[in-house]
């Protein structure tokens, strides 16, 4: 078993993907349930309209045109908050207890007196965290593409595949830093605190920089404002908003390797 780590580290989380995976399509029909009362209430679209820019821009809805179309309603009720929240929660807490969360249970010792490469250790989780977030990623625009075919609703499944595909990168970005601190210093409340930490950080910083004139400049620099910014659901996959994510991610993983055979194991 030990040859095949990947496929026994994952199988070990083969319930908790199929739980989140179950509780995000239990998100997508509940959303999408609600889409046609909202659609018959243009009053509901009006009284968002006329809620102050500042206010939408933090809560990443600055792009909102239209609250009762497919794309404004889903954009600002799941993608532009929800969906990436509980998958970079999902992720953050995988990548942390990955290599940090066997290293405090005393169970890395055991692992590494076998004759197993270190780096393979890293690869080899890292790969079941990337193909964990792919699994929920596509049991989420599942979910959602039953309900858009089922209630007849005017949205590109393409379209929420690239959504979908967003908010999984924009997850990964703190789900890999997560996992590079649990390989350069073993703590697992330390890496999930500072993940999470800077996640908060950046989506504020994101959120704020369209209100606050001295932060615009900077937003770029927040993982958030190349997952809201191009507003996918409407536009379409940007390759340089992309590009930064998926670099970024893997600039954590490659930093991760390095760090975890170089580093004294606490056993």
Same mark, same amino acid.
């Given at each position: 078993?030990?040859n095949?780590?990947?496929?026994?580290t994952?199988?070990?989380?083969?319930?908790?993907?199929l739980?989140w995976?179950i509780?995000?399509?239990?998100m997508?029909v509940?959303m999408?349930?609600f889409?046609?009362t909202?659609?018959?209430m243009?009053s509901?679209?009006?009284?968002?309209?006329?809620l102050?820019?500042?206010?939408k821009?933090?809560?990443?809805?600055?792009?909102?045109?239209?609250?009762s179309?497919?794309?404004?309603?889903?954009?600002?009720e799941? /993608? $532009?908050?929800?969906?990436?929240? #509980?998958l970079? +929660?999902? @992720?953050?807490?995988?990548?942390?207890?990955?290599i &940090? =969360?066997?290293?405090?249970?005393?169970t890395?010792?055991f692992?590494l007196?076998?004759p197993?490469p270190?780096?393979?250790v890293?690869?080899?989780?890292?790969g079941v965290?990337?193909?964990?977030?792919?699994?929920?990623?596509?049991?989420f625009?599942?979910?959602m593409?039953v309900?858009?075919?089922g209630?007849?609703?005017?949205?590109s499944?393409?379209?929420l595949?690239e959504?979908?595909?967003g908010?999984?990168l924009?997850?990964?970005? /703190? $789900?890999?830093?997560?996992f590079? #601190?649990?390989c +350069?210093? @073993?703590?697992?409340?330390?890496?999930?605190g500072? &993940? =999470?930490?800077?996640?908060?950080?950046?989506?504020f910083?994101?959120g704020?920089g369209?209100?606050?004139?001295?932060?615009?400049?900077y937003?770029?620099?927040?993982?958030f404002?190349?997952?809201?910014?191009?507003n996918?659901l409407?536009?379409?996959i940007s390759p340089e908003h992309?590009l930064?994510?998926?670099?970024?991610?893997?600039?954590f993983?490659?930093?991760?390797?390095?760090?975890?055979?170089?580093?004294?194991?606490?056993?």
């Amino acid at each position: 078993m030990l040859n095949n780590m990947f496929l026994k580290t994952l199988r070990d989380q083969r319930r908790s993907i199929l739980y989140w995976g179950i509780g995000l399509i239990g998100m997508a029909v509940m959303m999408a349930a609600f889409y046609p009362t909202i659609k018959n209430m243009p009053s509901v679209n009006a009284y968002l309209q006329e809620l102050p820019q500042n206010l939408k821009e933090l809560f990443s809805m600055g792009g909102l045109t239209d609250y009762s179309s497919p794309v404004g309603y889903f954009s600002a009720e799941l /993608f $532009s908050f929800m969906v990436p929240l #509980l998958l970079l +929660v999902f @992720g953050v807490g995988f990548g942390a207890n990955a290599i &940090a =969360g066997d290293e405090e249970k005393g169970t890395l010792g055991f692992l590494l007196a076998n004759p197993v490469p270190r780096w393979r250790v890293v690869v080899d989780k890292f790969g079941v965290l990337l193909v964990s977030m792919l699994v929920l990623g596509m049991m989420f625009w599942a979910g959602m593409a039953v309900c858009v075919l089922g209630l007849n609703i005017d949205l590109s499944l393409l379209r929420l595949a690239e959504a979908t595909f967003g908010a999984m990168l924009v997850a990964l970005v /703190f $789900s890999s830093l997560a996992f590079m #601190l649990g390989c +350069v210093k @073993g703590n697992k409340g330390m890496s999930m605190g500072i &993940a =999470g930490g800077l996640a908060v950080l950046t989506y504020f910083l994101n959120g704020l920089g369209g209100m606050v004139s001295a932060l615009k400049d900077y937003r770029f620099l927040s993982p958030f404002y190349h997952y809201v910014e191009p507003n996918t659901l409407a536009n379409g996959i940007s390759p340089e908003h992309v590009l930064v994510l998926i670099g970024l991610t893997v600039v954590f993983f490659a930093i991760s390797i390095p760090a975890f055979m170089r580093r004294d194991i606490a056993v």
